[in-house]
Structure formats: C-alpha cells, structure tokens
C-alpha cells in the first residue's frame, strides 16, 4: 500500500511491534487519542458559529451548557482515556493536580501516563487562528497494581515512550513519535479519517525563520537579544523572517517543515518563562530530536531536565539544530 493512502489506523497497527513494549497497550493509547482528537476538531472547527449557537456560559438548544473549548477539550481527553480504561494516571495543564485512574479497582494493570496540554494557544480561537494539543507518554516507574503517584509523571524527558501533537490548522494534522522518528497525518474531514501525509518529518538542519514574541525584548537575557539582532542582520543568509504566530503548535510545525527556530526565553518579567515543561517543552523536545533538531533552555538538553513540579515552566528554544546551537552559544557568551 502506498504511504499516501495509509490511515493512522493501519499505521499504528504496522508500527505495533517496533515498540520495545508489545502488549498492544500503547496502541490502544494511540488510537484513543486520535479518537479524541476528532471529537475536539468537530467542536474546534465550529468555533467561529459562536455567536449562532451560543458562546461558552450559555446554555445551548439541548438546554446543555456551552463550555470553553479548552475546558471542553480538557474533558474529552480525560474521559476519552478513562473510559476506555487505557491508561493509569493521567496529568493535564488544565487540572490542578494528576488523576489517578481506577483506584478503586484491580484495574491497575495499565502501564502508562498521559501528558497533556488539550487545547494550547487557546487565546488564538476567538481569531480563527490555529491551536493544538500536545500530549506525552510515559510507562509508569511505581510498581503496576498499586495507585500511581508524583514521581510517574516528573520523569525526565527522554523517558517519553511517545509524545505528538493535534494541528487544528487549515488542515488537522496529528504528528507523532513513537521513538522512531516523526510522522504526520492529515485529516480527511468528509471520512473522519487520518492520512499518512508526511512521512519521515524532519528540521532542515539550518533554516530561515526565527519565532518570538519580540514584544518582550527588552525584558529578554542580554544572550537572546545578541541572537535576535544576528538574526536581524545583514550577512550571508541573514536577515532572518520572523513568524510567530503564538500558538506554539503551530510554529513548530511550520518551522519543521520549513526550517526555523522558536524562542520562549526567560525574561524579567517571567524569571523561568512561560511554558510548561512537562506539557508542551518536554514532548515537543522529543519530537524535535526525533525529527533531527535540537531543544534546549539555553544551555541544557530540555530532555535531561529532572522536573520538580507538575506545572513548572521553562525556558525553550526549539527547532533547527545548528539554529538551536546558535542560539545557545549567544546565551554561553553574553
Ligand atoms: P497557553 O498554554 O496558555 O495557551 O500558552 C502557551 C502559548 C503557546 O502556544 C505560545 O507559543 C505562547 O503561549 C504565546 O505566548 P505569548 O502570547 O506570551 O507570546
Ligand atoms: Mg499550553
């Protein structure tokens, strides 16, 4: 069968047995997160009919109450997934504190931990401008039959088993990693189906593009404003474009296919930055080295980072690998 015409579905089943834990479980897994994810994008993709049916805190024509979209993507993952029985313990940007699942129960038999970011850039959606999801997965290091706790979900990055992204973008795309490489598929919405559309992804080593929010410049380390004017200046290949769209999905995405490099820096304002190491650093780190670039906070891998917290924040440079050691070697110096 030609790459073109291969569903997620297939593509999960074939990979199967290239996972180093073969009990079919993380397949289960995959396949309740693309489920998901068409649930989110059907209510994603009505967003802009808000002031026909109704805006989040009224009560729609069911006589149901119409919720935030994150809130409602928050709960269409976590029910997804606890449901089906799929996984043990569950970690949401949304949610406070981790789920355990089936505690009650001798259920415990499920390996694995769910990350997850369920609609990240959600101030993009009154715009019609694209989010995302972002989740990580880990196998649980506490022993299988008892509840999971903290230490199952502060586990270093390069524990990831898989971690991907949903695109809701002109296209809904589903990109993701089991440890052996980046692939990603595109939504055919008439059918509900995934497509494998991209086969194989992968940074250009060098790129063009670089994305920040230069709004914080003056707030930004002396290291990140030295790399933003190189990649201002005149010389060889440079200036660089500047795209940010805000949506952090969105511009790796686009910076993978088209090479480039995203800056979430440190700044005065916010000392450790601003996103979340564990929901959106961490498993877009996998995915970049997975896909031949680089992650890091300016001076250390993201993936060696021992988290601490469930919601702690870092600093994230992401993308090309010789944009990403440029960049770092401006924060060495400064
Ligand atoms: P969120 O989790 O509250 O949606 O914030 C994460 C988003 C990223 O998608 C995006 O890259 C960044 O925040 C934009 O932040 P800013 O508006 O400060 O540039
Ligand atoms: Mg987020």
Partial sequence: MSGQNKTLGEFIIENQTAFKYTTGELT??????????KVVNHEVNKAGLVDIIGAAGDVNIQGEDQQKLDVYANEVFIQTLKKRN???GIASEEEDDFISINSQDSNHQNKY???????DGSSNIDVNVSVGTIFSVYRRITPVGSPVTIEDFLQEGHQQVAA???VYGTSTMLVYTTGA??????????IGTFYLSHPDMSFPEDGQIYSCN???????????KDYIKYCQKEEGDRPYTSRYIGSLVSD?????????????????????????????????????????GKASDGFQRILDIKPTELHERVPFICGSKNMVEKAEEFERNA
């Fill in 113 to 119: 931990v769910v990350l997850i970011d369920p609609l």
């Fill in 252 to 292: 790796f995405h686009r910076n993978m296919i088209k090479g480039g490099i995203y800056l979430y820096p440190k700044s005065s304002k916010n000392e450790k930055g601003k996103l979340r190491l564990l929901y959106e650093c961490n498993p877009m780190a996998f995915l970049a080295e997975q896909a031949n």
């Fill in 86 to 88: 799929i996984v043990c």
């Fill in 181 to 190: 490489g980046v692939n990603g598929f595109t939504l055919n919405p008439a």
């Fill in 164 to 166: 991907g992204y949903i």
């Fill in 28 to 37: 289960r897994l995959l396949n309740s997160l693309r489920l998901a994810a």
């Fill in 214 to 224: 230069e709004g914080n410049y003056i707030h930004f380390p002396q290291g990140i």
